[in-house]
């Protein structure tokens, strides 16, 4: 989906009805030795849940031990201002980072919300709203850099902001740039340059400036493959490919693609393609030490179309269930 329901429509769905999850049992899934939690952006009951990665079905309700660790920004006297109540509607992001030795949650939700959280205590780091309360910008996706600024893309908002977020866990100085469809961002500390990927095309951005007044350059642009004449890729998740520094995951609406930096070009020639390139792909990631991706697709029957309660595991293929879940994206918790 490239955007969100706005607050209205929101607000009279919930009027006319409650969400009902169809749960079914999936495969019986025994996770290899070493396998990482899963941690899922949970719309249905809006948190970032982490989850343990030996149960197949994980039942929070009936089994706390099931979740290591949640975040919910709601009732939180430290993301007060933030208006969490209005701006925390739909959890879009949510990525697992280590900065300066201390590992921090990064995550963005659609209705203004965008925040990186340190782990385990929940103290804020950095926190911002775009527009609370409403889809106008739809932060989609976050990322922390070396200097300790965060970039956010924002899919209605056709913007990637870098914020000056070092200043301090209040700072609301920003540099911006215009991106149709802003979905993802990943910081490529090899090349230092920030990538963005948006509803056409996958973009470079060079950042300049200063620590306290940071700037963003566009220094390069590759086209997404185009599955019908006409009609727009739409880019969805990015996100490097873990053990190969070379690559990164690109879902657009069709299918899964690897991109391949060196050599420019969008590739499918990675392990398991046949399962896991397919179409509305949310999420996607792999575990370079048991070989596995994991990934999540919407399915029917939920309290929203982008919903689904499974996180897809590949190579070989299983799942994970949530019970009355509605799970958006889904990423191994590997901290780097």
Known sequence: MAAFPSRRGVLLGAAGAGIAAVVSPGVAYAAPSGTPAVMVTEQASKRILVLDPQRAV??????????????????DPRYRDLVPEESWVY???????????????????????????????????WGATLGPGDDL???????????????????????VRLYAASLGPHSERFAEVTL???????????????????????VAYRVGGSRVRP?????????LPVAKPGKSPGG?????VAGRPGRLWVTTSATVFQYDIGGGVFVQDFAGAAEIAR?????????????????????S????TWWTTKASVHRPPASYTLVNGGIYKARWWLPR
Do not use: M
């Open 236 to 240: 969805h998740d990015l996100f490097p």
């Open 137 to 159: 910008f739809n932060p989609h996706s976050i990322e922390i850099l070396p200097d300790g600024n965060v970039a956010v893309a924002c899919s209605t908002g056709a913007l």
């Open 91 to 125: 959890p879009a992001e949510a990525k697992v980072r280590v900065h300066r030795g201390r590992t921090y949650l990064l995550t963005t939700a659609s209705f203004g919300f965008a925040a990186v959280v340190s782990y385990p205590s929940g103290r804020r780091y």
């Open 279 to 299: 179409p509305g792909v949310k999420a996607i990631g792999n575990d370079p030490r048991t070989g596995q991706a994991l990934s999540t697709v919407p399915e």
């Open 180 to 202: 149709k469809g802003a979905h993802g961002l990943h910081w490529d500390g090899r090349r230092e340059v920030l990538w963005a990927l948006g509803d056409d095309e996958l």
């Open 215 to 223: 700037a963003l350059t566009r220094i390069s642009a590759v086209g």
């Open 301 to 304: 029957g939920l309290g929203e």
């Open 58 to 75: 994980w039942d929070p309700a009936a089994d706390p031990a099931s979740v290591r660790w949640e975040f919910s920004p709601v009732g």
